[in-house]
């Protein structure tokens, strides 16, 4: 594979990368462009997937992308020199393009030992916390502080597939007598539709994500929080090692940082999380 090295003080060759039919490890490596402006055969493009999951990345009634991970990838992307494409999918088929390099980049992204060894991931940029959601008018019924607690009294919850919901929730995912009660879906919407069939007690979402998904399908009066709040560890952007140079993350960190510092990063968590 032919790697290409990046930075502010070299003239770099930078390589297209197609969204829609995925990427050629043999073309190369994604870098950040330079600062001076080579004249080159085409501009750095990072490919980046996204599944839905209101507020942070959703299409509109016109079909527009939107979000609070969408907006801060353009932003970041912008300030080094790339430009974005974005690939629809669920996650658990978006973890498998990161690994072979066909995905670049993935936002909302927990750090783990499993996932180091395909992908590198940038500075944190949000906390991250998953609620357990149940049906209106049953917070009653199922009374109890862990999740562990519902669990041993037959609980069925919803959870996303590949999603990792900290070290608690995936210590009770491996305990092999609840192995029935952990409902997977490939989208977090799905969720919803569970519950409000019985096919599920409960599922863990985040706040933000359950309270723009219940405004947007109209669930006040069918589904509310329960007591159980799990925090969960920093949520990271992660990248593909097989497509991607540890310089264009590195460049992506140090804009992050200058979002951070100007202000425009609080005010992009401002629009969509207040």
Same mark, same amino acid.
């Given at each position: 594979?032919?790697?290409?090295?990046?930075?502010?003080?070299?003239?770099?060759?930078?390589?297209?990368?197609?969204?829609?039919?995925?990427?050629?490890?043999?073309?190369?490596?994604?870098?950040?462009?330079?600062?001076?402006?080579?004249?080159?055969?085409?501009?750095?493009?990072?490919?980046?997937?996204?599944?839905?999951?209101?507020?942070?990345?959703?299409?509109?009634?016109?079909?527009?992308?939107?979000?609070?991970?969408?907006?801060?990838?353009?932003?970041?992307?912008?300030?080094?020199?790339?430009?974005?494409?974005?690939?629809?999918?669920?996650?658990?088929?978006?973890?498998?393009?990161?690994?072979?390099?066909?995905?670049?980049?993935?936002?909302?992204?927990?750090?783990?030992?499993?996932?180091?060894?395909?992908?590198?991931?940038?500075?944190?940029?949000?906390?991250?916390?998953?609620?357990?959601?149940?049906?209106?008018?049953?917070?009653?019924?199922?009374?109890?502080?862990?999740? *562990?607690? @519902?669990?041993?009294?037959?609980?069925?919850?919803? #959870?996303?597939?590949?999603?990792?919901?900290? +070290? &608690? =929730?995936? $210590?009770?995912?491996?305990?092999?007598?609840?192995?029935?009660?952990?409902?997977?879906?490939?989208?977090?919407?799905?969720?919803?539709?569970?519950?409000?069939?019985?096919?599920?007690? *409960?599922? @863990?979402?985040?706040?933000?994500?359950?309270?723009? #998904?219940?405004?947007?399908?109209?669930?006040? +009066? &069918? =589904?509310? $929080?329960?007591?159980?709040?799990?925090?969960?560890?920093?949520?990271?952007?992660?990248?593909?090692?097989?497509?991607?140079?540890?310089?264009?993350?590195?460049?992506?960190?140090?804009?992050?940082?200058?979002?951070?510092?100007?202000?425009?990063?609080?005010?992009?968590?401002?629009?969509?999380?207040?």
């Amino acid at each position: 594979m032919q790697r290409i090295a990046g930075c502010s003080s070299i003239i770099v060759f930078l390589l297209a990368l197609s969204a829609c039919d995925g990427v050629d490890p043999g073309q190369g490596k994604v870098v950040p462009a330079a600062d001076t402006k080579p004249e080159r055969a085409e501009d750095c493009t990072l490919v980046v997937g996204w599944d839905p999951w209101e507020p942070y990345q959703y299409q509109d009634l016109g079909g527009e992308l939107r979000g609070l991970d969408v907006e801060l990838i353009k932003e970041l992307s912008a300030r080094i020199g790339c430009k974005t494409r974005f690939l629809a999918s669920d996650w658990a088929s978006l973890l498998k393009m990161l690994k072979k390099g066909d995905v670049h980049m993935l936002p909302g992204a927990t750090k783990t030992e499993a996932r180091a060894k395909f992908a590198m991931f940038s500075d944190p940029y949000r906390d991250e916390t998953f609620v357990l959601y149940v049906r209106a008018g049953e917070k009653g019924r199922f009374k109890a502080d862990k999740l *562990g607690d @519902l669990l041993e009294r037959g609980f069925r919850v919803g #959870v996303v597939s590949e999603y990792l919901y900290g +070290e &608690e =929730v995936a $210590a009770l995912q491996d305990n092999a007598e609840y192995e029935d009660q952990f409902i997977s879906v490939p989208i977090s919407e799905l969720n919803f539709s569970n519950l409000i069939n019985f096919e599920a007690d *409960g599922f @863990l979402e985040d706040p933000f994500v359950a309270a723009a #998904v219940i405004r947007k399908k109209g669930l006040a +009066e &069918e =589904v509310e $929080a329960h007591s159980i709040a799990i925090k969960t560890r920093d949520v990271r952007l992660m990248f593909a090692k097989a497509s991607v140079e540890q310089s264009l993350v590195d460049a992506i960190n140090v804009a992050l940082r200058e979002q951070k510092s100007d202000g425009s990063y609080a005010a992009l968590l401002d629009k969509y999380l207040d």
